[in-house]
């Protein structure tokens, strides 16, 4: 599309419901020298609109991770249609991209600080045998797990805690306080776990080392009660290893 032919209007904000595969991505915020999400999405709104786009996603995702419902929104003066703009966007981007659904919201709507609540969640392939087709989305265990001891476990993780034990030391959060609204251990006849984590925020890998040590719970390493004494300590050292980030899925972004 040429650009200077879409027509320039009143500033519009739209926002977005993305789908992506993250394991091509050095994650989701735009990084020198590094193919990310939001770049992805920047350049081809870019080359609609003509203008110098910004995305604003409701979280940053890390390398690796896959998001299934991310939330976020730009400003824009084009006045393309939204079906059209919506089309255009998907017929410039890659296939492991994908915009679900575009609308127009009200100006002061903002991806990142209106999120009320995340949910994360994490696969885990659990038998003798590693999943090819499972290589990318879920982390092989091969020892078995007892999924009523991790269910416990972050039954226990429940309410809002200092999860400084749970955060990757390099953080930098100040804050490390947030509140884990619900959470379920679920496994299906075939060997995969599903863990699901609902919370009002997340510290940096704090979903893939909670599952690294609920990893360590399930296989009898620790007792599941021993994750309140994690959560005391305010100990990342103490805590299980991080999970790899191509099981992690962002789940939905809840508003309101």
């Given at each position: 599309m040429i650009m200077g032919q879409n027509g320039q209007g009143a500033l519009r904000n739209l926002r977005m419901m993305l789908s992506y595969d993250g394991s091509g991505y050095h994650g989701w915020q735009r990084q020198k020298g590094q193919i990310t999400v939001q770049q992805v999405l920047e350049e081809a709104i870019g080359r609609i609109t003509g203008e110098d786009i910004r995305v604003i996603g409701s979280g940053r995702t890390d390398a690796g991770v896959h998001a299934l419902r991310q939330?976020?929104?730009?400003?824009t003066r084009s006045q393309i249609g939204i079906a059209n703009l919506h089309r255009g966007i998907n017929s410039l981007l890659p296939e492991d991209v994908v915009v679900k659904?575009?609308?127009?919201v009200d100006a002061a709507f903002h991806a990142r600080y209106d999120a009320g609540s995340k949910?994360?969640?994490?696969?885990?392939w659990n038998g003798p045998v590693r999943s090819p087709l499972c290589r990318r989305y879920a982390w092989f265990v091969r020892e078995p797990l007892a999924g009523g001891r991790m269910g416990e476990a972050l039954t226990l993780l429940t309410g809002t805690h200092d999860f400084s034990s749970f955060c990757a030391a390099d953080s930098g959060n100040r804050n490390p306080v947030r509140t884990i609204?619900?959470?379920?251990?679920?496994?299906?006849?075939?060997g995969m776990i599903m863990i699901t984590i609902e919370a009002d925020g997340f510290l940096k890998h704090m979903v893939r080392n909670i599952v690294g040590t609920l990893v360590e719970i399930g296989s009898g390493?620790?007792?599941a009660e021993a994750i309140l004494g994690l959560l005391e300590a305010k100990?990342?050292?103490?805590a299980g290893v991080t999970a790899p980030p191509g099981g992690l899925f962002l789940m939905e972004v809840k508003y309101g």
């Open positions: 939330v976020a929104h730009f400003k659904e575009i609308d127009q949910i994360y969640c994490y696969q885990i609204i619900a959470g379920s251990v679920k496994s299906d006849s075939g390493r620790r007792s100990d990342r050292c103490l």
